[in-house]
């Protein structure tokens, strides 16, 4: 008899969901006038026509026990660690989104208390109220138990190196609870060419509004206020790791002018130091292996990006991937066990 080989556990770190309150605020939104290049996709998904191909990404959005479940057991998934679905309460005004975070957290704790095994959560909190945002933190992680936060990028076109914000650094860094930066549309006046073509998201637009907003951070000196603070980027470090030597270079010359502050750090220190990437809805095994030669095997997480892409093919890159199986069991389960304090197996 041959003994049975334990599966692999499978941790998917990037994982979408919504809930009605959450919808149906934002339909409002899709429906009232706003500049912002948010509104494309708000209106696809949460205005959506009955005949429009994207209508069924709202259901999935909202389903956690049914489909969901099914989806990640047919796919060999362990676990999704589950994140209140872009632009999260972002787009609100600070009261709805401080409301509509902790509606959303009381939820999501719910689930994971639910299925421990299944589930695991990144709490939302409003940026736009950076006061209470820290409130609801310190919540969501001592009373909830959550794993972390989730933040889509720019609140109100403003980022996360404004010394406004620095209260919720100071409280990420202190709860040692790591802040996954998700993209939004790019803010506002940096949008323009990124509304033709379909841009606006996840194709171009937002690899680029959130690696700008990872480079504001570094280059500004935030790391040496907050140097334990953990920031996770998706969508493979939204190719930050490839710009590490030009941005070394480049951001000494800006200090040596004055252009930027003198940092204690170079950006590819505080890149390998405050972040670790995610492989969501980026596939490419050259990406890959390029990422964990840059960042170190220790850096980079998996994700899928459901239900905006599909598990199967999630769950073969990474079985496939050419690396060793020690790497694979870091990749698939182990940094994320330690990156969001989720039970080891
Ligand atoms: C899409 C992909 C949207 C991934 C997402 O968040 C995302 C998309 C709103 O393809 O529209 O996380
Ligand atoms: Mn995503």
């Not at 930050?240 to 004055?258: I, T």
């Not at 220790?298 to 199986?325: C, E, H, K, R, T």
């Amino acid at each position: 008899m041959t003994p049975a080989t334990k599966p692999i556990r499978r941790i998917a770190t990037e994982e979408a969901f919504s809930i009605p309150e959450v919808a149906a605020a934002l339909r409002d939104v899709a429906r009232s006038p706003s500049v912002s290049q948010d509104l494309i996709l708000v209106q696809r998904i949460y205005d959506a026509k009955v005949d429009d191909v994207q209508a069924r990404l709202l259901p999935r959005l909202l389903d956690l026990e049914k489909e969901r479940m099914r989806d990640m057991d047919e796919n060999g998934v362990a676990m999704h660690l589950l994140s209140l679905t872009a632009p999260g309460v972002q787009m609100f005004d600070a009261d709805t989104a401080t409301e509509l975070a902790a509606i959303a957290n009381d939820k999501l704790g719910a689930v994971v208390k639910k299925h421990p095994k299944r589930f695991a959560g990144l709490a939302s909190f409003a940026p736009q109220s950076p006061k209470r945002a820290v409130k609801e933190m310190e919540r969501a992680i001592t009373k909830l138990k959550l794993n972390g936060f989730i933040v889509n990028s720019h609140t109100n076109n403003e980022y996360f190196d404004y010394p406004k914000f620095f209260p919720i650094l100071e409280a990420a860094e202190a709860l040692d609870a790591c802040i996954y930066i998700h993209p939004r549309a790019a803010s506002d006046l940096m949008a323009a060419p990124f509304r033709d073509y379909g841009l606006d998201s996840a194709q171009w637009g937002y690899g680029i509004e959130v690696s700008t907003h990872a480079v504001r951070m570094m280059v500004s000196g935030v790391f040496d206020r907050f140097p334990k603070l953990k920031i996770c980027i998706g969508h493979m470090g939204e190719a930050v790791q490839f710009w590490l030597w030009r941005l070394d270079y480049m951001n000494k010359n800006a200090q040596n002018r004055g252009s930027a502050p003198k940092t204690k750090l170079t950006p590819s220190e505080y890149f390998k130091r405050n972040f670790v990437i995610t492989t969501s809805g980026q596939e490419s095994h050259l990406a890959l292996d390029f990422s964990i030669k840059a960042l170190g095997i220790d850096n980079v997480l998996w994700a899928i990006d459901y239900p905006y892409q599909p598990s199967g093919p999630a769950v073969a890159f990474m079985d496939s991937a050419p690396v060793s199986a020690t790497e694979r069991e870091k990749l698939y389960h182990g940094n994320a066990e330690r990156i969001f304090h989720i039970e080891p197996a």
